[in-house]
């Protein structure tokens, strides 16, 4: 399993409305392309407005065909335009990728 841990630098004022279209779409629309969302997390410290989730994913292949269908859906494309229309809600992504330690297992 791969682990994707996405980090946005979020645009001041903007992190309800981007919680809302996680909320309202875009965690669907992830689901419908295969990708599971494990967690979200805002940064304890207000100030640094960041948000961060964790995607799993069978493989790197898996991730990018995904991510692909996702980025064209006509839905999405709609959902993007709409949430935006008063400027991007976001200023910077950033993912990192993982595997799970083999030591480790949670139950």
Known sequence: MLY??????????????????FRDHAVDLFRKHGMTITQFWQDADEARNRLYYVVEHPDM????????????????????????????????????????????HQS
């Open 4 to 21: 994707e841990l996405r980090m946005y630098d979020v645009t001041p004022g903007k992190m309800p409305a981007l919680l809302d279209r």
């Open 61 to 104: 292949e898996a991730r990018n065909a995904n991510y692909e269908r996702f980025r064209n859906d006509p839905e999405w494309l709609e959902v993007r335009r709409t949430s935006e229309l008063d400027g991007p809600l976001i200023q910077k992504q950033e993912s990192l990728f993982m595997h799970q330690a083999s030591f480790f």
